[in-house]
T-cell receptor, first 113, second 111 residues
Framework: SQQGEEDPQALSIQEGENATMNCSYK?????LQWYRQNSGRGLVHLIL?????REKHSGRLRVTLDTSKKSSSLLITASRAADTASYFC?????????????FGQGTILTVHP | AAGVIQSPRHLIKEKRETATLKCYPI?????VYWYQQGPGQDPQFLIS???????DKGSIPDRFSAQQFSDYHSELNMSSLELGDSALYFC??????????FGPGTRLLVL
């Protein structure tokens, strides 16, 4: 079973709009990371949020983490056509599994110019 | 900045053949991870190495083996290839246990 599940599975918006993607997970975590993947290409690290953090910003990205609900959200503000990609959350459970990332199923974001 | 290098980028093999994928981590990164991503799937953790020792193992078939060498590069050896092994194989590296930087991947097609 998947540790992370993402919602929605697909999101289609217009340039300039905001995009919000959600991720839920099942076990306790050390940190949660968001990655972007352009079609069939490598994964690009976007942001890491630790379990003791609630919110983090990086440029147009805002990530929140609610460990009580075991969920995270990624907000991309003022989206651009170049943001079109798949977005994955990945959890690091820490402990004996330190560094082993468990990925969610991803959200496919399409930004129309 | 230097990134993770993977070779080859594309590989076509027949069933029951063997394949070796190589990964060169970012300089001064001591940890290497391997992931497998099937078509339309999320990446699945296979195995990781820290300072040349295996540190964790995921859903890696017994037909696969991997190691990390003294120069920190890593190789994933895959034997008795099956059609289901067709996937994108990613290597990632990190310094310590946090942010993992992924390579461009090796696309393996088994015919």
């Amino acid at each position: 079973s998947q540790q992370g599940e993402e919602d929605p599975q697909a999101l289609s918006i217009q340039e300039g709009e905001n995009a919000t993607m959600n991720c839920s997970y099942k076990t306790s975590i050390n940190n949660l990371q968001w990655y972007r993947q352009n079609s069939g290409r490598g994964l690009v690290h976007l942001i890491l949020i630790r379990s003791n953090e609630r919110e983090k910003h990086s440029g147009r990205l805002r990530v929140t983490l609610d460990t009580s609900k075991k969920s995270s959200s990624l907000l991309i503000t003022a989206s651009r056509a170049a943001d079109t990609a798949s977005y994955f959350c990945a959890t690091d459970a820490g402990g004996t599994s330190y560094g082993k990332l468990t990925f969610g199923q991803g959200t496919i974001l399409t930004v129309h110019p | 900045a230097a990134g993770v290098i993977q070779s080859p980028r594309h590989l076509i093999k027949e069933k029951r053949e063997t394949a070796t994928l190589k990964c060169y981590p970012i300089p001064r990164h001591d940890t290497v991870y391997w992931y497998q991503q099937g078509p339309g799937q999320d990446p699945q953790f296979l195995i990781s190495f820290y300072e040349k020792m295996q540190s964790d193992k995921g859903s890696i078939p017994d037909r696969f083996s991997a190691q990390q060498f003294s120069d920190y590069h890593s190789e994933l050896n895959m034997s008795s290839l099956e059609l289901g092994d067709s996937a994108l194989y990613f290597c990632a590296s990190s310094s310590g246990w946090e942010t993992q930087y992924f390579g461009p991947g090796t696309r393996l097609l088994v015919l």
